[in-house]
C-alpha cells in the first residue's frame, strides 16, 4: 500500500495534472525536490502515472465484450490490450470474460473497428458490441484524500472558452500522442518533437483544456490505494432521463466510465470498488437514488490487463504504454 504522503500526492495531481512542484509544496507542506523525487519514485515502479486524455464529447467509441474458449480469457485481453485503440481491457465474471473499450474518431471509424477490423483471436467465441456517442464521466477521478480547502489550492483556473472554437485538428492530434507516454512531458521537449516553439504548444495545450478536447489525468496502481477490483453494470433507464441520470452517476466517486450505450441496456457503468460490500452498497445506493433505473447485468472485474493505454501487472502497476491513438482505427 501507498503511505499517505504518496496517496496526498497522487490525490493533488489528479486535481491538478500539470501543478508545478512549488505550488504542490506550499499545500503537501514539503519540499518541491522532495515532492518531484517521490513522484519520480512512483513512476519508476509504475505506482502512479500522468495520462493525457480526450474529453467526453471527444470520446466516441464501443464497449465489445468476448466469450471466450475456457481457460484463455487473459489470452484474449492481452492480444486486444496491444491495439491502440482499445483504450482499457479487462477480464470479468460471467459469459462474456473479457470487455474493452475501443475508441474511434467517428461513428464510420466506429462501424469500420467493428465490422472488419477488429481482430478475433481464435478463443473467442461469441462478441457483443455497445456503440457510445460521448461519456457522462469517470475519464478523471480522485482519490478524495485532501479536504476542501486543499483541493482549492491546487485546483487550476481554468480561462474562459476560446474566442473561435477550432475542430480538432492534425495539430493537435500531433501533440495528443506526444504526450501519450508522460502528461507531464515540459513545453520544450514536446516543442522539439512538434517542430514549434514552447509557447506555442502552451498556449495549444491551453485552448484545447479550456475547450475540453483534452484532459490530464493521474491514475494510481488502485489496489496499492485501496481499491482493489472494479465492476462492470450494465442498466436500462427511461429514455428520457438518460441524460439525468447519466450525469448522476458520471459524478460518483467510484465511477470510472459512464456512457449511454444503444444495446438492449442503455447505460454503461465502470465503477471502482473497496470491497464486495461496496458493490452491494453501490447497487442499493441505485435503487434508492434512481427508482427508475434497473440494473439488468453485473460483473465483477477479476482482472484489469489495461487502462487508458497502461498495461498493468497483477498489482495494477504500470508495465509498459501503449498509448492511446483513436485515429488508428482510421487506418487498421
Given amino acids: 500500500?501507498?503511505?499517505?504522503?504518496?496517496?496526498?500526492?497522487?490525490?493533488?495531481?489528479q486535481i491538478n495534472p500539470r501543478a508545478s512542484w512549488t505550488t504542490l509544496a506550499e499545500v503537501l507542506e514539503l519540499a518541491p525536490i522532495?515532492?518531484?523525487?517521490?513522484?519520480?519514485?512512483?513512476?519508476?515502479?509504475?505506482?502512479?502515472?500522468?495520462?493525457?486524455a480526450l474529453g467526453n464529447s471527444l470520446s466516441k467509441g464501443a464497449i465489445v465484450e468476448f466469450s471466450?474458449?475456457?481457460?484463455?480469457?487473459?489470452?484474449?485481453?492481452?492480444?486486444?490490450a496491444e491495439l491502440p485503440h482499445v483504450i482499457t481491457v479487462g477480464v470479468t465474471t460471467g459469459e462474456y470474460e473479457v470487455f474493452a473499450l475501443i475508441m474511434a474518431p467517428s461513428l464510420a471509424a466506429i462501424s469500420t473497428v467493428l465490422l472488419k477490423t477488429l481482430p478475433l483471436p481464435e478463443q473467442v467465441?461469441?462478441?457483443?458490441?455497445?456503440?457510445?456517442?460521448s461519456t457522462f464521466g469517470g475519464i478523471i477521478w480522485r482519490l478524495g484524500v485532501m479536504n476542501r480547502s486543499q483541493a482549492d489550492q491546487v485546483r487550476e483556473a481554468i480561462g474562459p472558452l476560446p474566442r473561435k472554437i477550432r475542430p480538432f485538428g492534425a495539430a493537435d492530434?500531433?501533440?495528443?500522442?506526444?504526450?501519450?507516454?508522460?502528461?507531464?512531458r515540459r513545453y520544450a521537449s514536446l516543442a522539439d518533437e512538434l517542430n514549434t516553439t514552447p509557447p506555442a504548444v502552451k498556449r495549444r495545450l491551453e485552448r484545447l483544456h479550456r475547450h475540453g478536447d483534452i484532459t490530464f489525468r493521474c491514475d494510481v496502481a488502485r489496489p496499492l490505494a485501496g481499491w482493489p477490483t472494479m465492476a462492470l453494470l450494465w442498466l436500462t433507464v427511461p429514455d428520457v432521463e438518460v441524460q439525468r441520470i447519466g450525469n448522476a452517476l458520471g459524478s460518483w466517486p467510484e465511477t470510472r466510465h459512464c456512457a449511454a450505450v444503444t444495446s438492449p441496456a442503455n447505460l454503461g457503468l465502470i465503477v471502482g470498488l473497496r470491497s464486495l460490500n461496496h458493490l452491494d452498497e453501490l447497487l442499493i445506493k441505485i435503487a434508492r437514488e434512481h427508482p427508475d433505473a434497473r440494473v439488468v447485468d453485473r460483473r465483477l472485474v477479476l482482472q484489469m490487463t489495461k487502462v487508458y493505454g497502461r498495461i498493468l501487472d497483477e498489482q495494477g502497476r504500470s508495465t509498459r504504454v501503449v498509448p492511446v491513438d483513436p485515429w488508428t482505427a482510421l487506418s487498421t
Fill in 34 to 52: 522532495t515532492l518531484a523525487r517521490r513522484w519520480q519514485r512512483l513512476t519508476d515502479d509504475g505506482a502512479a502515472w500522468i495520462t493525457v
Fill in 125 to 133: 467465441t461469441k462478441v457483443r458490441s455497445h456503440v457510445f456517442g
Fill in 173 to 184: 492530434r500531433a501533440l495528443f500522442l506526444a504526450l501519450g507516454h508522460d502528461g507531464r
Fill in 1 to 13: 500500500m501507498l503511505d499517505e504522503t504518496d496517496l496526498a500526492l497522487v490525490d493533488a495531481l
Fill in 68 to 80: 471466450c474458449a475456457p481457460g484463455t480469457a487473459t489470452q484474449v485481453a492481452e492480444r486486444l
